[in-house]
């Protein structure tokens, strides 16, 4: 099967939004590592286009204050709704206030980002530890603690059976 009818066909890109759009590079990704190389004249210009594309997607920018961040989704830690504002908490303990609703923000964060309160918005990658009996999220080798709430139970036990 040649590379442009694979993607004509299942794995069409749809630029709805960044999730999407990730989710169906990744399916091509995987599904390019599957493929008969012999039949492609250049197979590593399609590798080397997907890790550009995907890299700067995993970035977002955040508007604060006149100046824009960009950040790497990696070194968000999680996000908390202030009124109509959201605080960013990155991994240097650095904190960026953007004048957006969480709302916006949890529509552009890619998919290990989940929802634990209404206030709260989590990286998964940072979670060490989630103790259902107090509802407690703790990040960062238990230095930071969040809630979780009971509306978003279906987030905790999705990040249990992801982690584990």
Same mark, same amino acid.
């Not at 916006?104 to 709260?120: A, D, G, N, T, V």
């Not at 999220?137 to 509306?151: A, D, M």
């Given at each position: 099967?040649?590379?442009?009818?694979? %993607?004509?066909?299942?794995?069409?890109?749809?630029?709805?939004?960044?999730?999407?759009?990730?989710?169906?590079?990744?399916?091509?990704?995987?599904?390019?590592?599957?493929?008969?190389?012999?039949?492609?004249?250049?197979?590593?210009?399609?590798? =080397?286009?997907?890790?550009?594309?995907?890299?700067?997607?995993?970035?977002?920018?955040?508007?604060?204050? =006149?100046?824009?961040?960009?950040?790497?989704?990696?070194?968000?830690?999680?996000?908390?709704?202030?009124?109509?504002?959201?605080?960013?908490?990155?991994?240097?303990?650095?904190? %960026?206030?953007?004048?957006?609703?969480?709302?916006?923000?949890?529509?552009?964060?890619?998919?290990?980002?989940?929802?634990?309160?209404?206030?709260?918005? &989590?990286?998964? =990658?940072?979670?060490?530890?989630?103790?259902? =009996?107090?509802?407690?999220?703790?990040?960062?080798?238990?230095? &930071?603690?969040?809630?979780?709430?009971?509306?978003?139970?279906?987030? %905790?036990?999705?990040?249990?059976?992801? &982690?584990?």
């Amino acid at each position: 099967m040649r590379l442009k009818q694979l %993607i004509n066909s299942r794995y069409e890109l749809h630029l709805s939004g960044v999730n999407k759009l990730k989710s169906n590079l990744l399916h091509l990704y995987l599904k390019f590592n599957q493929i008969n190389f012999h039949n492609f004249r250049q197979p590593k210009l399609f590798f =080397g286009l997907f890790c550009i594309v995907f890299y700067y997607i995993d970035k977002i920018a955040i508007k604060s204050n =006149g100046d824009y961040h960009f950040i790497s989704t990696q070194d968000i830690v999680y996000l908390k709704a202030d009124n109509n504002t959201t605080d960013f908490y990155l991994q240097s303990g650095k904190v %960026i206030t953007a004048f957006k609703t969480l709302k916006h923000f949890e529509q552009l964060l890619p998919f290990y980002f989940f929802r634990i309160h209404h206030s709260y918005v &989590i990286n998964v =990658g940072h979670v060490s530890r989630i103790n259902l =009996g107090k509802n407690q999220c703790y990040l960062l080798h238990n230095e &930071i603690s969040l809630p979780f709430s009971r509306t978003y139970k279906e987030a %905790i036990d999705t990040i249990i059976i992801r &982690i584990s």
